[in-house]
């Protein structure tokens, strides 16, 4: 098995071309020494025309002798013969320079000769003469590179995989480089955010904040209570809805006390008076009703409401709830006030929008971290079956198993 590393592959393997294939790839040299020779006495006969062209033309033919001149002499200096090393696509691109000279040749010609071609009527032949040569030694070396230097060819062109072997190198050493940087960024900002909730942990310990929680929990254990005793909703809003219709007909009915109510009735409970008097007459009203069965309620659900109503009036506990819901509204106002004036408050809002940034950051560049991942185990992988495939076509023209060792600069 042959070892060799990348960087060092191209180098070797057209050691091997020219070894192996050494006959055919030095054929060429030949027809390229001739078609030197040829295009150096093309120049030379160009340098015969303007000698003669001074002797013989006038001024305004001179001039065009002049431009058809330098016009060949510029794509003959143009064109690149190989001289050390040699393969398909230098020879091609010179066979097609070739073309290109007779395709200027024959324009300028055809737009330039009939002003002074009967005075260099000998130099025309000599650049025709030259010409033929040059055309048959082209058709020679283009005849021998179709027919006789395919397989050389076909192996010259293996070497066209190999910068798609460097990218993905270079691929896969730019994404492991972002992904480092990825790493060591998702470490700092979870870093951070380990911080950050402890320190809102360690906050949220002060006192303060426990007894406005604590506060906050009864409120809402009260308000619960307060919700369970009111809970004839139902047959509030049978009783608004047929109030609106106006098929049932209630004095002194305050239907805009009756909307608020069913929208926020802890609300509307607290800004009344202690003894209640809005609610009372709204629930003697509708007991009223449900008594005289005007809303066409269930029996059960009318038999509860009733049963609701006259609890609170028994028991007195609606007036006592809502005077501790109001207590305890004070309280938790005086304890904010308490945060607020210690800055508390302000520091635990700047702590919880840095913690909701720093989320934000952490799930950007987590997303940024698994996308480059991606991006680099595709690469990897491509690498892997580019290579391997790169390595059997080689080995079926060296005849010899090859491995290409791929080293990363990370």
């Known amino acids: 098995m042959i070892e060799k590393d990348l960087d060092e592959f191209e180098v070797f393997y057209k050691e091997q071309l020219n070894s192996q294939f050494s006959k055919i790839k030095k054929f060429p040299n030949k027809f390229l020494q001739d078609i030197r020779e040829n295009l150096i006495q093309i120049k030379v006969c160009l340098d015969h025309f303007i000698e003669t062209g001074k002797e013989k033309i006038d001024q305004k033919a001179q001039k065009s002798l002049n431009f058809f001149s330098g016009r060949i002499r510029k794509e003959i200096d143009e064109i690149q013969i190989p001289e050390e090393e040699i393969n398909y696509d230098n020879i091609s691109d010179l066979l097609n320079?070739?073309?290109?000279?007779?395709?200027?040749?024959?324009?300028?010609?055809?737009?330039?000769?009939?002003?002074?071609?009967?005075?260099?009527?000998?130099?025309?032949?000599?650049l025709e003469y030259l010409t033929r040569k040059?055309?048959?030694?082209?058709?020679?070396?283009?005849?021998?590179?179709?027919?006789?230097?395919?397989?050389?060819?076909?192996?010259?062109?293996?070497?066209?995989?190999?910068?798609?072997?460097?990218?993905l190198k270079e691929n896969i050493e730019h994404a492991k480089v972002d992904l480092e940087e990825f790493e060591n960024e998702l470490d700092e900002r979870k870093t951070k955010q380990e911080e950050l909730n402890s320190e809102l942990i360690n906050l949220e310990q002060n006192e303060l904040f426990k007894d406005l929680e604590a506060e906050k929990e009864k409120l809402f254990q009260l308000q619960m209570s307060i919700n369970d005793?009111?809970?004839?909703?139902?047959?509030?809003?049978?009783?608004?809805?047929?109030?609106?219709?106006?098929?049932?007909?209630?004095?002194?009915?305050?239907?805009?006390?009756?909307?608020?109510?069913?929208?926020?009735?802890?609300?509307m409970l607290s800004n009344e008076r202690k003894d209640l008097p809005k609610i009372t007459s709204l629930m003697v009203q509708l007991r009223h009703v449900l008594e005289e069965n005007k809303l066409n309620l269930k029996s059960e659900t009318k038999q509860k409401t009733i049963e609701q109503i006259n609890a609170i009036f028994d028991e007195k506990?609606?007036?006592?709830?809502?005077?501790?819901?109001?207590?305890?509204?004070?309280?938790?106002?005086?304890?904010?006030?308490?945060?607020?004036?210690?800055?508390?408050?302000?520091?635990l809002d700047d702590l919880k929008n840095q913690i909701s940034s720093n989320t934000i950051k952490l799930e950007h560049i987590d997303a940024d971290y698994n996308r480059k991942n991606k991006d680099y185990t595709r690469y990897l992988s491509t690498l892997k079956s580019e290579r391997e495939e790169f390595q059997k076509l080689i080995e079926e023209i060296l005849k010899e198993e090859i491995k290409i060792n791929i080293t990363f600069t990370l």
């Open 97 to 126: 320079s070739i073309k290109k000279l007779f395709t200027s040749i024959n324009e300028i010609a055809r737009k330039s000769f009939p002003k002074f071609h009967k005075e260099v009527q000998s130099e025309i032949k000599e």
């Open 134 to 167: 040059l055309g048959k030694k082209q058709a020679q070396l283009n005849e021998f590179m179709r027919k006789k230097y395919t397989t050389v060819r076909d192996a010259e062109y293996l070497l066209k995989k190999l910068p798609k072997l460097f990218t």
């Open 229 to 267: 005793e009111i809970g004839f909703k139902k047959a509030l809003k049978k009783f608004k809805f047929e109030l609106e219709k106006e098929t049932i007909h209630v004095l002194n009915i305050d239907m805009n006390y009756l909307r608020d109510f069913l929208k926020n009735p802890i609300k």
């Open 317 to 347: 506990l609606l007036q006592t709830n809502i005077e501790n819901y109001l207590q305890l509204k004070g309280v938790i106002k005086g304890i904010e006030k308490k945060i607020e004036e210690e800055g508390l408050a302000q520091k």
